[in-house]
């Protein structure tokens, strides 16, 4: 897909909508996922906030500095940041894989994939662009095979609404 104008203001919201999926994802195995869990979900979002952050500016600050700038901000802590950043995502996405597939309660399939493609979607700057790429698509029909399962929690009929006096 070629970039343009539109694909630049989209780009950071992929990272936004993966934050808000794992987050109703988490919400339905973390009876099941326990302290694993927890740890999982807090490095993913984190991670995905960061990628949120790190997209917003290559896509929106970054074009409008020089090329030096640009250069001496990756050499210096922002390089670093973005390091950290991916270091905590892939963190955070194998063990929150770990214990998606530890609670048996997520499509192993769907965790798999998500895990896979973000292993090169978390290393943006250590791989190639079309790894990179292809590493968020598999990722986010990893996402989307996952969040099937929100839509079939359960048979049983909600519990009514208590009573207020």
């Known amino acids: 897909m070629p970039e343009t104008a539109f694909t630049h203001a989209i780009a950071p919201f992929a990272a936004l ?3 808000l999926a794992i987050t109703g994802l988490y919400l339905l195995i973390r009876p099941a ?3 694993l869990g927890l740890i999982g979900y807090v490095l993913n979002s984190a991670g995905l906030a960061g990628a949120f952050a790190i997209e917003y500016i290559l896509h929106f600050v970054f074009p409008h500095l020089s090329g ?6 990756l050499a210096g802590s922002t390089g670093q940041a973005f390091m950290i950043t991916a270091i905590v995502l892939l963190a955070g996405v194998l ?7 530890r609670s048996g309660m997520l499509p192993v399939i769907g965790v798999v994939l998500y895990a ?3 292993i090169p979607g978390s290393l943006r700057n250590a791989v190639p662009l079309p790894v990179y790429l292809t590493g968020l698509v598999v ?7 996952m969040a099937t399962r929100l839509w079939h ?12 006096a």
Request: glycine share 14%; aromatic share 4%; proline share 7%.
């Open 17 to 19: 909508a993966g934050l």
């Open 116 to 118: 896979a493609g973000m």
């Open 153 to 164: 929690t359960t048979d049983e009929e909600p519990a009514p609404a208590p009573a207020t």
């Open 33 to 35: 996922s326990g302290t």
């Open 95 to 101: 063990t929150f894989s770990v214990a998606a597939l």
């Open 139 to 145: 990722a986010a029909v990893g996402v989307a095979w």
């Open 68 to 73: 030096g700038a640009v250069a001496g901000l």
